[in-house]
């Protein structure tokens, strides 16, 4: 059993700054990536931002420059600096990750999200 635990998301004014932070835990022989999706009303889980094994990363367009993704591979955790954050940001947050098990299983495993609210 694999869980992914998020933290970090709450209520900020536009500019200001919010970090998540996503730590899985369980039965993980090792992970390929994980990344952040955030979910607007009405629409579909869109990639924030991801981060693969070897530090690649990769960004929406819409927060380059403002949003950073770094891992840390020992403690199997990833996390989100979002700064200069405008209303528009305004989403239902998730943590992401494929994780292979013990049973060379790679699955596709979700957080139970997180929710950030940017005030104008």
């Known amino acids: 059993q694999v869980q992914l635990q998020e933290s970090g998301g709450g209520l900020v004014q536009a500019g200001g700054s919010l970090r998540l932070s996503c730590a899985a835990s369980?039965?993980?022989?090792?992970?390929?990536?994980m990344g952040w999706y955030r979910q607007f009303p009405g629409k579909q889980r869109e990639l924030v931002a991801d981060?693969?094994?070897?530090?690649?990363?990769n960004y929406a367009d819409s927060v380059k420059g403002r949003f950073t993704i770094s891992r840390e591979g020992a403690k199997n955790t990833v996390s989100l600096q979002m700064n200069s954050l405008k209303p528009e940001d305004t989403a239902l947050y998730y943590c992401?990750?494929?994780?292979?098990?013990?049973?060379?299983?790679?699955?596709?495993?979700w957080g139970q999200g997180t929710q950030v609210t940017v005030s104008s």
């Open positions: 981060i693969i094994s070897g530090g690649s990363t």
């Open positions: 369980g039965s993980i022989l090792s992970i390929n990536d």
């Open positions: 992401n990750a494929h994780i292979w098990t013990p049973a060379m299983l790679r699955n596709n495993y």
